[in-house]
């Protein structure tokens, strides 16, 4: 069935969820008017539609491939990815300067979304590119910025991180990239990176690698590790592109799934690179890249979800099986109980999800400007969360849309199963989910918990204005908040991290959890007696009372997971 790119979700959601409105109205944001949103959503969808969507099949039946050297990609990629540089979506978000629209974050959020619905594999591309201008635009030299950013910001250019080897894994430090300083101001990279999306193929006419290496006497781990762009073609000072530089595409990964998305393994070779940022201080430049991408990263699962959600759902409206259980039912598998209630998960998952990415993209907004400390906090505490559970939405609803088709979900042809298949990685990319919880109970509880119970106070406070119109909805979340709270209290007052790991990834779908019933909650308060406060009824009677056993084994605490010795899981 064709995709249908969700612009009016997102409409409803700056109007009433997020309050995109508070952003708009900064002087820095003057451009983003309600004509201009309307304007990018719409437009953005049309291309989402007419032109990325149809090309997402080709990318899965005909993977990128590596010939003589050179990476070809599938088939109508080529015209679906100018479609995308044309028309200014590399870059909505970027600064003005350079040829960026200067957009709100929520913006580009809402478009990467829409985006990965279409061709997941596609917009893998254009997505580096952003988390690349944005380390850039933050930390390269005024030069460097001039070289590249407009050719990034146009699309002419494409951007990739350069982070894993295949020694070290998540362990970044344990990289063995060697970068020796040459005299007039260079650098010779050399090493091998693994795992590269997007390291190589033939729609731009430049590739540019941010490659994390140590300089010769760097002290071990992280802190001596700097950061490098190492361009695949030198360019020259008119930024035409010049002579090959010393990188080359060893292979192609063979993967389940994102077939259409060249992963490379990348040989650096006497490569010239420049340093970005200051010397040993390539990890922070490399996590304002990472934090772009994990919130990115969110979206695409989301956007997946929704492509899922939009195949089963058509399917269910047109299979006829059985006896229909509804007097004056459809006669179609959607009449049925287990249908009916897959097909209200996957949707009202995909809402809760959809929102808690569009708060954090707010919250950056907002960080950038008027909201100050206070929106960075929120933002910081959403990233791991909106990384983490928009992936795992994005899993267990293409997995529950292989469910609704049955036998025929099982079954290739009817496409059901690519969703599944491609969406798979972004729980693992960009920092595996374990490391986002662990991030959520250690780093993001620094502040003893002060930027959780900020949320949570927005959360109880919303529940009790809300018990005047709907009581029977505003109550359950407001205790949901309640329990969240407590076990905040709990994991703060943990000084042994161990303790606060070993249910951390419970703890962040626990807390997701709670949100989502926050987020359907307002919704229905903005559309009481529709469709909107159905499905907030089916979340928050259905779905939030999970919390509650998430957040018990969150503060379980670490004994009785370590008495389980190695040779207990082995026998």
Not at 421 to 438: F, L
Request: with cysteine; aromatic share 6%.
């Amino acid at each position: 069935m064709a995709y249908r790119a969700p612009v009016d979700e997102f409409r409803f959601m700056f109007d009433h969820v997020v309050d995109l409105a508070a952003v708009t109205a900064e002087a820095r944001f003057a451009e983003a008017t309600p004509d201009t949103v309307e304007a990018v959503l719409t437009e953005a969808g049309r291309v989402c539609d007419e032109v990325l969507a149809p090309t997402r099949r080709d990318g899965d039946l005909s993977a990128a491939r590596l010939e003589n050297g050179v990476v070809r990609t599938s088939p109508g990629f080529d015209g679906a990815y100018r479609a995308i540089a044309e028309g200014g979506w590399v870059a909505v978000s970027a600064g003005e300067a350079q040829g960026g629209m200067g957009l709100p974050a929520a913006l580009t959020t809402a478009i990467n979304d829409m985006m990965s619905g279409a061709n997941l594999a596609l917009q893998l591309c254009p997505l580096l590119t952003q988390g690349q201008i944005e380390a850039l635009e933050h930390h390269a030299s005024a030069e460097m910025q001039a070289l590249y950013l407009p050719k990034l910001i146009s699309g002419e250019w494409t951007g990739t991180m350069n982070l894993t080897e295949a020694q070290a894994g998540s362990d970044v430090g344990a990289l063995r990239s060697r970068a020796e300083p040459e005299d007039d101001g260079s650098y010779r990279i050399s090493g091998q990176k693994i795992y590269i999306s997007w390291g190589d193929h033939d729609l731009a006419e430049n590739v540019c690698h941010l490659v994390l290496a140590r300089l010769p006497g760097a002290e071990a781990g992280t802190r001596g590790i700097s950061l490098f762009m190492v361009p695949k073609y030198l360019p020259k000072e008119d930024g035409s592109v010049g002579a090959a530089n010393g990188v080359r595409t060893v292979s192609l990964e063979h993967k389940m799934g994102l077939h259409g998305s060249p992963t490379a393994v990348l040989s650096f070779e006497d490569a010239k690179g420049w340093l970005v940022g200051p010397e040993h201080g390539g990890m922070k430049a490399m996590f304002t890249m990472m934090n772009n991408a994990r919130l990115g990263v969110g979206a695409q699962g989301i956007g997946v979800a929704e492509g899922a959600y939009q195949h089963a759902l058509a399917y269910a409206m047109d299979r006829t099986q059985g006896r229909s259980p509804v007097e004056n039912g459809t006669g179609s598998i959607v009449d049925h109980a287990d249908v009916r209630r897959m097909l209200a998960t996957m949707k009202a998952e995909i809402f809760a999800a959809r929102a808690i990415a569009m708060a954090c993209a707010v919250a950056i907004d907002r960080g950038r400007g008027a909201g100050g400390a206070e929106a960075q906090a929120r933002a910081a505490l959403l990233t791991p969360i909106a990384k983490a559970f928009g992936t795992e939405t994005g899993i267990a609803v293409s997995d529950l849309g292989i469910q609704v088709h049955g036998g025929m979900g099982f079954v290739e042809e009817t496409g059901a199963a690519q969703f599944l298949r491609d969406v798979r990685v972004t729980s693992i990319y960009e920092g595996t989910n374990g490391i986002q919880a662990m991030d959520l109970v250690a780093r993001k509880m620094a502040d003893g918990g002060e930027a959780a119970f900020a949320l949570l106070d927005e959360v109880e406070a919303f529940a009790e204005t809300a018990r005047e119109h709907l009581p029977d909805l505003a109550a359950p979340v407001w205790e949901a908040a309640e329990t969240l709270r407590e076990t905040v209290e709990w994991l703060v007052g943990q000084g042994d991290l161990n303790a606060r790991f070993a249910g951390s990834m419970p703890f962040l779908k626990g807390f997701a959890r709670v949100l989502g019933g926050y987020y359907h909650l307002r919704a229905a308060v903005a559309e009481s007696g529709g469709a909107r406060e159905r499905l907030a009824r089916f979340y928050i009677m259905r779905l939030l009372p999970e919390h509650a056993g998430l957040l018990a084994h969150a503060r379980a605490g670490a004994e009785d997971l370590y008495a389980l010795t190695p040779d207990d899981l082995a026998a």
